[in-house]
């Protein structure tokens, strides 16, 4: 119903339905085409994210596939506005649904591991992959990147200082520099994984978080025992 009372004709409810259907449409495409495009990401770098080879591979038109994002620097940015959906999806948002403490932090940690040795992304971390891309240069793509890691390292930190105000970490903990140690030790373990193939590196990691986190709590049994 219009307002007023009046009807819509039959021609305008086709018309509708037709461009809701080629919305429909253009929105599968879309997410089609980001996943494709963080995987390649995730292992060449945004670099070599191209309409074209996105065309050829998933067998779409290149106008159409051009007509969704505009420019290879677009295509960039919604690259990496998907990869971090995907990232908060398994790793940020299960750890904020959890209260506040040293267990809290334990499970980031262990769900980042988690999310780099599985594969998640075929590269490892998606981000590791491409700060190291554009960590020298400039632009919107590089302030996207920037504003990702920030988040993450914010986060982090924002864990951690819960942990603390909850009496779980002692009340001297330098919440930076443990939220810098954590982050160092599971971007290790991600890179030396993909690197060499193997997965040792992820226990490692895990060794080496216990020990940290059983140094600043209050009561270290609570940190759990890595094997």
Known sequence: ????????????????TRLDGRVERGNRTRRLVLRR??????????????????????RLSKSGVFALF???EELQ???????ARIYTEKVIGPTAELPAGVGQVWRL???????????VFPGGCFFYEVVAEFDARSGAVHDAVVGAQRDWTAFVEGTIAGARDAGELRADTDIPQLAF????????????SVLHDEETAYLR?????????????????RVPQVP
């Open 37 to 58: 495009t963080v995987d390649i990401a995730s292992v060449e770098g945004l670099e070599a994210l191209s309409v074209g080879r996105l065309a050829t591979e998933l």
């Open 1 to 16: 119903m219009r307002a007023g009372g009046a009807t819509r004709t039959p021609d305008e409810g086709a018309g509708t």
């Open 70 to 72: 505009g420019s290879k």
């Open 181 to 192: 140690e954590l982050v160092a030790l599971m971007e290790t373990a991600n890179v030396v």
């Open 109 to 119: 940690c262990d769900l980042w591991l988690e999310y780099s040795r599985g594969r």
């Open 77 to 83: 940015l919604a690259t990496v506005r998907e990869a």
């Open 205 to 221: 990691a895990r060794v080496g978080i216990a020990a940290r986190l059983r140094g600043a709590a209050t009561d270290p049994s």
